[in-house]
């Protein structure tokens, strides 16, 4: 049984938050509840979509840290450091060109596109456009932009990115494993 990062972990237990707005959305904006009522729903949503977008943000930043500090043990930590203030600490999104250029540093070139990043029902550019869309509405909400999320959107969404987590830990933990010789998580 293959084991998961403690950041991978962690963003599962996290995405329990999404769920609980999915379900705070419900019980604002029950079935055949009037115009205020799925107003206030949409704006729970938005909520949930941002917060998403964040969670999966975090949990990049993190196996990406994790991931260098096992590949270049080697390196001194003050080097380390200073390639994460400029790499991770600077992320400011989860979207396809972050991704790739975190995993560039990690040996792994245009991870987005790696083999194991795709599965039933969802090809390369599929998991890629999604990656995509979700980022832009974060961006579009955040700052300010109006921007419609159905609950079926971020659900989707949230399945999605807990998929996409997963993928990326293992290829992460596969190149630890090739370069070190041993498995890291």
């Known amino acids: 049984m293959q084991m998961s990062s403690v950041p991978l972990t962690k963003f599962k237990h996290r995405l329990q938050e999404v769920d609980e707005i999915v379900a ?3 019980a604002i904006c029950p079935t055949g509840a009037g115009r205020p009522a799925r107003q206030k729903g949409a704006a729970v949503i938005s909520g949930g979509t941002v917060l998403l977008s964040a969670l999966l943000e975090g949990f990049l930043e993190e196996l990406y840290e994790l ?3 096992e590949l ?5 930590v003050g080097d380390r450091t200073e390639l994460k203030e400029h790499t991770s600490r600077r992320n400011n999104n ?6 790739n250029t975190l995993y560039f540093y990690l040996g792994v070139p245009w991870v987005m596109s790696h083999r194991k990043m795709r599965w039933q029902k969802c090809s390369n550019a599929k998991v890629q456009e999604r990656l995509r ?3 832009k509405a974060r961006n579009q909400l955040a ?3 109006s921007r419609i999320v ?3 959107t971020l659900t989707a969404w949230r399945d999605f990115a807990e998929r996409l987590a997963s993928k990326l830990d293992e290829i992460a933990a596969d190149r630890v494993e ?3 010789g041993r498995r890291p998580w």
Do not use: C, F, M, W
């Open 24 to 26: 705070a959305r419900d």
């Open 72 to 76: 270049y043990q080697h390196i001194p």
């Open 178 to 180: 090739a370069e070190t």
């Open 143 to 145: 700052h300010g932009g």
């Open 94 to 99: 989860a979207n396809v060109h972050q991704v």
């Open 67 to 69: 991931a260098v500090d």
């Open 133 to 135: 869309n979700l980022s």
């Open 150 to 152: 159905r609950k079926q």
